[in-house]
């Protein structure tokens, strides 16, 4: 038995102002590190194939795409047989000319290598699921968690189903519903944690061997992207389609529960005054360049010093012009900047003033993903405008934990109201000393007033956008009935 582990990892934002090429791909990337370790534990003989992965940002130019398909495909044949392909994919990526890059991947994987072996692949539940993946993979496996803690577990599922139906010990069959709900649920608190673990509780239980509880992802802006539910059982199709349908009602249910925790600029802000044990947290998720932004955006800046906010810190902003100005000025200096809203229209208008250097680290370490090694970011440096300090660097990532203040001399414990670029993957490593977290919607490229934004592809009718009721839910699909 031979297992080939591999991935190509994409999070495509349609409206994102950063362009994706060929150079924009790594080989680091943790899902796909935590499918190796699956594999390998498994005892079974592993090849550790090739991974890209870009940040999140606009589709893929088309060639380039192509290229990263062609040679993960050339490898696998290559390199083979094997009994066994697990693919690390994310599940919401779009290349020019392909909607699908999921569906298509394993499509050529399946050409390529034929219908005698077993392909496993693991997806980000932001993911855009279609009926090509569906078909052509023999295991979809979705993570559950929203800040993702669960990959290493989902892996480890994925490897375990997979080496038992090569070894002809289940024999999978998938419902599949897709939901007409543009969405988002933060996994750690109810409704959407009881969803998680009644899914985990089936999973240990009965003939249920996976549940995939899938977000979606807005702005993909495909006609697949959207909420949906995948039920692998084995070898029982009517029970994969009674709990499919019950979790998409489920899902429909609470398609509000999250989304209604996002406040406007002003509505954040005025809660400020009210804040006293421990600083105020504000996501600022319009713009979180995890799911594709420039990191640059200026609205809840502007605000916030119009109303002449004290200690209040900011981060992280993507501005390496501004950030080239404030080393060569160095510690202490006042420079002039032009500060943000260099990305894209969607960021606002750039701060332009006198900022005062208060910190500058050269070989900066940010906070990842829980479970995950800091990031070295490179240079980072902290600026003072009135009474607030705004963290920049030249590299975009979004704020995962408390370490980004930390590194330019900004104490997140004393400071009244932090603001970070990301939407919900900070929340575990803030909640523990935030007064209050709160999820503002600034109008940037990942605002979640989806009728700002101007969708090509998706489908309708969607909510919130079209009016639509539990009605509008397919019937469950089957796949793997042969
Ligand atoms: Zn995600």
């Known amino acids: 038995m031979r297992i080939y582990v591999g991935g190509l990892i994409h999070e495509t934002n349609a409206f994102s102002p950063v362009p994706t090429r060929l150079a924009d791909y790594g080989d680091h990337c943790g899902s796909y590190e935590d499918l190796c370790a699956a594999a ?30 062609n040679s993960l495909v050339s490898e696998i044949v290559a390199q083979g ?3 066994c392909i697990l693919l690390s994919l994310h599940g919401a990526q779009v290349a020019e000319g392909y909607p699908d890059c999921e569906g298509d991947v394993v499509a050529a994987v399946r050409g390529a290598c034929g219908n005698d072996v077993t392909i496993g692949v693991m997806l980000d539940l932001h993911a855009a699921i279609g009926l090509r993946l569906l078909e052509q993979a023999n295991l979809v496996c979705v993570i559950k968690e929203y800040p993702h803690t669960d990959f290493p577990e989902t892996a480890a599922q994925l490897v375990d189903l997979a080496l038992r139906q090569r070894r002809g010990q289940i024999s999978p069959v998938t419902a599949f519903v897709p939901i007409p709900v543009f969405s988002l649920w933060h996994t750690p608190l109810p409704p959407s944690k009881t969803l998680v673990d009644d899914a985990r509780a089936l999973e240990s239980e009965s003939s249920v061997l996976h549940i995939s509880l899938v977000h979606g992802f807005p702005w993909s802006d495909v006609a697949d992207a959207g909420a949906a539910v995948l039920v692998i059982t084995d070898g029982d199709p009517e029970g994969a389609v009674r709990h499919a349908r019950q979790f998409a009602h489920r899902l429909w249910k609470i398609r509000d529960a999250d989304l209604g925790h996002y406040q406007s600029i002003e509505e954040c802000l005025d809660q400020v005054p009210l804040s006293h044990s421990g600083p105020l ?10 799911a594709g932004t420039g990191s640059d955006a200026t609205w809840i800046l502007h605000e916030v010093v119009a109303r002449g906010l004290q200690n209040v810190a900011l981060a992280l902003f993507h501005d390496p012009e501004a950030l080239a100005r404030v080393v060569e000025g160095g510690v202490g200096a006042t420079v002039r900047l032009s500060l943000g809203g260099h990305s894209t229209e969607l960021a606002g208008a750039p701060l332009v003033g006198d900022f005062t250097v208060t910190c500058i680290n050269p070989t900066a370490r940010i906070d990842a ?16 405008y009135g009474g607030v300090q705004i963290v920049l660097g030249d590299y975009r990532e979004q704020v995962f934990g408390p370490r980004v203040f930390r590194e330019v001399g900004i104490d997140p414990l004393t400071t009244s ?3 970070v670029k990301s939407a919900q993957h900070f929340y575990n490593a803030f909640a523990s000393f935030a007064s209050t977290i709160l999820y503002c919607d600034s109008p940037c490229s990942r605002t979640v007033d989806f009728a700002r934004l101007p969708f090509s592809n998706r489908r309708s009718p969607m909510w919130p956008l079209e009016e639509c009721g539990i009605g509008d839910i397919p019937a469950p699909v089957l796949i793997g009935v042969r």
């Open 417 to 419: 109201v932090l603001v």
């Open 281 to 290: 947290v504000i996501a600022d998720a319009g713009d979180n360049p995890g």
């Open 369 to 384: 993903m829980p479970g995950y090694e800091p990031i070295a970011v490179g240079t980072l440096a902290a600026v003072r």
């Open 81 to 83: 047989p094997f009994d």
């Open 40 to 69: 390998a534990a498994s005892g079974v003989e592993m090849y550790r194939g090739r991974c890209a992965r870009a940040a999140p940002s606009a589709p893929t130019v088309r060639a380039d795409y192509e290229t990263l398909r």
